[in-house]
């Protein structure tokens, strides 16, 4: 049988609404700085795209800066800047780190009053277990001290509603390439009136805060991903993700009752499932679904290919045996029914066969 791809928070596949986008860009031979007529229209896709991608998060089009991707628009927004955050940040994030918040056990921020920094990071959904923060809640802490606040919005943008003023973030990451758009494209979405200076300096392109000649094709490729996305929440496709993910936990807490869901008391991503069994080492359980034709992951995909301990699973509160027995199915769009029931099939099997080796 066909493999079955269920690792969307690592990379949605392309959208055949990008490939288009991005195929007609490549035959647009103007520079977007230039002021010909070949220029312009080089321009003209990177400003749809802008609006693509501003009409998704709800924002006017000039909050919109491109970057290389969302670890970009992290270093572009704690440049120079004292930052908080939690360890159930991104690493892009967590690099920039120069105080901690604590993490209650269901992966959400536990309650602060205070912090010493000028700038909170709050993720809106955490790519390993789905858990969705109250970011607005945070940010009212933050601006009453002065502060401003960092949304990770990767995970989140296209599959929950939302945007800048609810979340209440000064700046907004992005990523082209969770939401079916192409790898190496994100933006950073800066509230009006708030500044970033500019990492890359240059030509001054994108409004003097990223120089250098744009990507035209990759921006296109995610505006065009954006707006698709944008349709999809708007005719519920997500609600029919988040019913499959149910069946997916119960067909694997009936097979395997010991089975620990992390993340799951609190308000998750409609697609996430992150699931233990205590011992079974989640690179094993990675391999094992490989071969058996399933692609799953054992945490965040942005670590060179490194598996070790979920840090996100021991800041809520786990030990580390559990922390290395996770594992994250995450679902889009185009997943089938057949197919979490096909995956739940293998992964009981796999881990039967783990019961009975550990038995004796």
């Given amino acids: ?26 035959d647009i031979v103007g520079n977007p700085s230039s002021v010909h007529g070949e220029g312009r229209a ?91 923060q109250d970011n607005f809640r945070w940010a009212q802490v933050a601006w009453q001290q002065g502060a401003m606040v960092l949304v990770d919005g990767v995970q989140a943008a296209g599959r929950v509603r939302f945007d800048l003023g609810s979340l209440g973030a000064d700046f907004l990451m992005l990523s082209a390439h969770k939401m079916g758009g192409p790898k190496g494209v994100g933006a950073l979405c800066l509230k009006l009136g708030v500044d970033a200076p500019a990492l890359i300096p240059g030509g001054g392109q994108e409004q003097g805060r990223r120089s250098g000649t744009e990507n035209v094709i990759g921006i296109a ?9 944008g349709r999809d929440l708007a005719d519920g496709v997500w609600d ?22 992390v993340g799951k008391d609190a308000p998750r991503l409609p697609n996430t499932s992150c699931f233990a069994t205590r011992g079974w080492k989640g690179e094993t359980q990675v391999m094992a679904m490989d071969l058996a034709g399933f692609a799953i992951s054992a945490g965040s995909a942005c670590s060179s290919g490194k598996v070790k301990a979920s ?35 293998s992964w009981a099997k796999a881990h039967t066969r783990f019961q009975a080796k550990r038995a004796g």
Avoid: W
């Fill in 1 to 26: 049988m066909s493999r079955v791809y269920l690792d969307y928070n690592a990379t949605a596949p392309l959208r055949a609404e990008a490939r288009a986008a991005m195929v007609a860009a490549m």
């Fill in 42 to 132: 080089a321009k003209g896709l990177i400003e749809k795209a802008r609006a693509q991608v501003a009409g998704l998060v709800g924002i006017d089009a000039n909050e919109v800066v491109f970057t290389a991707g969302a670890t970009e628009s992290a270093a572009l927004a704690c440049h120079g800047r004292h930052l908080v955050c939690a360890d159930v940040e991104h690493d892009a994030v967590l690099a920039h780190r120069q105080a901690e918040l604590g993490v209650l056990s269901t992966g959400e921020i536990a309650p602060f009053e205070d912090f010493t920094g000028d700038l909170l990071a709050v993720q809106a959904a955490n790519s390993e277990t789905g858990v969705l």
């Fill in 221 to 229: 490729g995610f505006g065009a991903a954006a707006e698709a996305a």
């Fill in 240 to 261: 029919r993700v988040a019913e499959l993910r149910k069946i997916l936990e119960k067909a694997i807490e009936d097979a395997a009752p010991d089975t620990i869901f």
């Fill in 311 to 345: 840090r996100v699973v021991q800041a809520m509160g786990y030990d580390a045996e559990v922390a290395s027995s996770t594992v994250r199915v995450s679902l889009g769009p185009e997943t089938t029914e057949d197919e979490v029931l096909r995956f739940a099939e």
